[in-house]
Nanobody, 125 residues
Framework: LVHLVESGGGTVQEGGSLRLSCVASGDTADTNRMGWFRQAPGKEREIVAAIYTRGTTTYIGDSVAGRCTISQDNAKNTVYLLLNNLKPEDTAMYYC??????????????????WGRGTQVTVSS
C-alpha cells in the first residue's frame, strides 16, 4: 500500500503559478508511474500529467499542455506539479495517484491503485 499526501494548493490569481507536491510513503517498490488528476464540481476527473518514476519520461494532458511541468525527487519520494499561466478553468481538486501502470494507460485513473486525498486549487479572475 502506497500512502500519498498532496500539498501546495491554494487560491491564486489568473495568470499566476502554483507548485503542487505529492509525497509517497509505504510500499512503493511496485510503483512505476505517478500522476496528477483533477476534478472540478460537476465534471469528470481528468488527467493533468504523469511521470515514469523509474526514469525521466513525462506525460502531459492536453488541457494543460504548454503550461505544466511534472518532475520528481526520488530521494524525497516526491513528485511535483508546476502549473503556470493558471486559468479559472484550472480550478479543481487535484489528486496525486500512483501505481504499476502500463505506459498506454498513463492517463487512465482506474489504472492507478493508490490515491491521495487531494489539494484544492482555486484560480480567481
Amino acid at each position: 500500500l502506497v500512502h500519498l499526501v498532496e500539498s501546495g494548493g491554494g487560491t491564486v490569481q489568473e495568470g499566476g503559478s502554483l507548485r503542487l507536491s505529492c509525497v509517497a510513503s509505504g510500499d512503493t517498490a511496485d510503483t512505476n508511474r505517478m500522476g496528477w488528476f483533477r476534478q472540478a464540481p460537476g465534471k469528470e476527473r481528468e488527467i493533468v500529467a504523469a511521470i515514469y518514476t523509474r526514469g525521466t519520461t513525462t506525460y502531459i494532458g492536453d488541457s494543460v499542455a504548454g503550461r505544466c511541468t511534472i518532475s520528481q525527487d526520488n530521494a524525497k519520494n516526491t513528485v511535483y506539479l508546476l502549473l503556470n499561466n493558471l486559468k479559472p478553468e484550472d480550478t479543481a481538486m487535484y489528486y496525486c495517484a500512483a501505481g504499476r501502470v502500463p505506459v498506454s494507460y498513463w492517463s487512465i485513473g482506474a489504472a492507478y491503485s493508490s490515491w491521495g486525498r487531494g489539494t484544492q486549487v482555486t484560480v480567481s479572475s
